[in-house]
């Protein structure tokens, strides 16, 4: 009986040292970091080529209520450069500035440096690896800039629209090279329409010359937007926007077209609602996807202890046109004396202190400003306060910060054809206010190599250890 008894203890002994073993080796396994796929930002072939698929996940936790924050399957933000069409010739700005005025006139006409002492950016010269003066309705500057954001890792451009409802000048303006690129396919690359719908005055393409203001023939009507939903020039106005949307490049939302208004105007409302509607009759059933801008930084990427310190500019628009009818804000740090030496910067050690949600931001980002060639030498806005070195320090920051927000910050995972996560730099060539990715003579291609930098090193390293 005592011989049965051991063996009986034994046994279990053995069944339950057995079960111990298996469930640790399950413990260890289920708490091993998994291996993380990166994807390849959305629309190839137009991104960079991935080099490292996959690293090992490191999980982040909220510090208040240490919820784990998925990280599987990330996909970068897409990041989209602003590109001004104003350096061609067009009927309006000969009107009001004189014949075959175009931006570069306010460009050679500005003084070499500007008031801080700080060389004022030109172009590369195309002879010298640069794009020089070009005429954007040609094909080889449209070209390179197709080839610049695919060797730079940048993802879409979006393309200043300029639409007028006053009856002097109705229809497009400064439009050359959009239908230019319904023509060639250039630049050949994931691209949007941002609609300046704003007055048009003297102040927006003002020369200078001598550092005297010159106002041309005077200024153009304010923009009044049709009262009448039957007003024909709001059809007329989607009609020729529908050859872009249905364009196989044109950056979609979940199937959506993407359509970004420069800001909030009054009358505004009526308008956009129609271009609703008539999306939707024109194959888009969810209609368009609607952003518009506003003049303040993003609030979980710019650390601001003391807001009445940050001097936003007043909304005084009618409810006509309220957020909810806009589907993302996008938010630009003013260049303001403020924000003259700050940058963005996610608070750290982790992504969140508390539970942060989503909000509705896109995350704007200015390479530098100087506003010199558009303004008079002593009343124009230098952001670049410290010269080229801190404009592209400052730029490197923001950039890669904003990425690892927008990446490693949330548990959300989407594809390709339902992202909304966009990141907007200004601009490719707004050479009137300083603000240029292109090749200059004073920032080389270093905030090209910014942007290509901050996302390679993104897909490299664990997001804890960015």
Request: glycine share 6%; net charge positive; hydrophobic share 35%.
């Amino acid at each position: 009986m005592t011989v049965l008894l051991f063996r009986m203890c034994l046994a279990l002994l053995i069944v339950i040292g057995t079960a111990t073993v298996y469930l640790g080796i399950q413990i260890s396994l289920s708490s091993t970091p998994r291996t993380l796929s990166i994807h390849n930002e959305a629309l190839q072939p137009f991104s960079l080529p991935l080099h490292i698929s996959t690293f090992q996940q490191g999980v982040l936790f909220d510090d208040k209520h240490q919820h784990p924050i998925d990280q599987n399957n990330i996909i970068l933000p897409r990041i989209l450069a602003f590109v001004f069409p104003q350096f061609h010739a067009d009927p309006l700005n000969d009107e009001i500035w004189g014949e075959g005025f175009t931006d570069w006139d306010s460009l050679r006409s500005a003084p070499t440096h500007n008031r801080l002492g700080y060389k004022i950016p030109r172009p590369v010269l195309d002879t010298d690896g640069g794009m020089g003066y070009y005429n954007y309705t040609e094909f080889r500057p449209r070209q390179q800039h197709g080839e610049l954001a695919r060797q730079y890792g940048i993802d879409g451009l979006v393309f200043h629209h300029y639409w007028f409802y006053d009856r002097k000048h109705p229809g497009p303006t400064l439009a050359a090279p959009l239908e230019a690129l319904l023509q060639d396919g250039q630049p050949n690359v994931p691209f949007a329409l941002h609609w300046c719908a704003s007055e048009w005055n003297s102040k927006w393409n003002a020369p200078v010359f001598r550092n005297v203001t010159r106002y041309g023939n005077g200024m153009l009507q304010p923009q009044y937007f049709p009262k009448d939903p039957k007003d024909h020039r709001l059809r007329k106005h989607y009609q020729w926007l529908s050859r872009f949307f249905h364009h196989p490049n044109y950056i979609k939302v979940d199937g959506r077209p993407l359509f970004m208004v420069y800001r909030r105007k009054k009358g505004l409302g009526l308008v956009l609602e129609k271009l609703q509607e008539f999306a939707r009759k024109d194959g888009f059933p969810n209609g368009l996807y609607l952003t518009v801008g506003v003049n303040k930084p993003h609030k979980h990427l710019l650390q601001i202890r003391d807001w009445t310190a940050f001097e936003e500019a007043p909304e005084t628009i009618k409810a006509n046109v309220t957020f909810a009818m806009f589907d993302k804000i996008v938010a630009y740090p003013n260049p303001t004396d403020w924000s003259m030496n700050r940058s963005l910067v996610v608070p750290r050690p982790r992504c969140v202190k508390k539970r942060w949600q989503r909000t509705r931001e896109i995350a704007g980002i200015i390479s530098a400003f100087d506003n010199t060639p558009r303004r008079s030498f002593e009343e124009a806005r230098v952001w670049s306060s410290l010269g080229p070195e801190s404009a592209i320090s400052k730029f490197q920051a923001s950039l890669s910060e904003t990425l690892k927000y927008e990446t490693c910050c949330f548990s959300d995972s989407q594809n390709s054809d339902t992202d909304d996560r966009f990141v907007l730099v200004n601009a490719m060539n707004e050479w009137g206010e300083g603000m240029v990715l292109e090749p200059s003579d004073v920032y080389g291609r270093q905030l090209l190599e910014s942007i290509r930098y901050a996302k390679e090193k993104l897909r490299r390293k664990k997001c804890t250890e960015l």
